[in-house]
């Protein structure tokens, strides 16, 4: 079912908004952002998208891709056309059970994010921000507490509804409460479990990403 293996730069666009859907994408290496653009021309972030991960299912229902999908640093990613999907996965059982797993899993990541942008604070959105990517990472057999942030601030506050003098700030009282060290992009989570007191709960709202 993969047709092709692609690569694309810093910045490049896998498909824009408005474009024939026919694919979904597995991220190979590398990170994603998907993102729409407002009315008054600013950018929304809806998701960022790692190794793993798949891109594109929130075009199933109406063949348009609603958002754009940029690569955030040098990626490759693996071409699945949808409707070879769909075929073998009636002939294949537990390749549609799968498959209804993802979407449902999306389903769930959806909800978290409404969460966060209508009950939770600045500090409590950015802590659950980063355990998620920590959950993530750790997932794919990286370092649950240290890790490179490939998105910028900006792109962190528009994902979670924050401005970005907000996230600068709430990310220096984390650093100066020693929840977190950061230098540059590069952060190390130094007391998760102060996250996660932050954040209120055991565990992150936001949801998890599937994995191919």
Do not use: W
């Amino acid at each position: 079912m993969v047709s092709a293996k692609q690569t694309f730069k810093r910045g490049a666009y896998l498909y824009r908004a408005g474009e024939h859907f026919q694919s979904i994408y597995a991220v190979r290496t590398g990170f994603f952002k998907t993102a729409t653009l407002l009315d008054d021309g600013r950018e929304q972030v809806t998701g960022f998208h790692m190794m793993g991960e798949i891109i594109g299912m929130d075009a199933i229902s109406t063949d348009i891709h609603p958002c754009d999908a940029i690569a955030l640093e040098d990626s490759e990613i693996c071409e699945i056309h949808f409707s070879q999907l769909e075929q073998l996965s009636r002939d294949i059982p537990t390749l549609q059970r799968h498959l209804h797993r993802i979407l449902s899993r999306e389903i769930v990541r959806d909800h978290g994010i409404m969460l966060l942008l209508g009950s939770m604070k600045a500090e409590e959105r950015l802590a659950a921000f980063l355990l998620n990517l920590s959950q993530r990472f750790a997932a794919r057999g990286y370092s649950s507490s240290s890790f490179n942030l490939r998105m910028t601030r900006e792109e962190i506050g528009s994902y979670l509804g924050l401005k970005l003098e907000t996230v600068s700030r709430t990310f220096s009282k984390f650093q100066k409460d020693g929840l977190i060290s950061v230098q540059n992009r590069s952060i190390e989570l130094q007391d998760m479990v102060a996250l996660k007191r932050v954040l209120g709960q055991q565990g992150c709202a936001t949801g998890k990403n599937d994995r191919i």
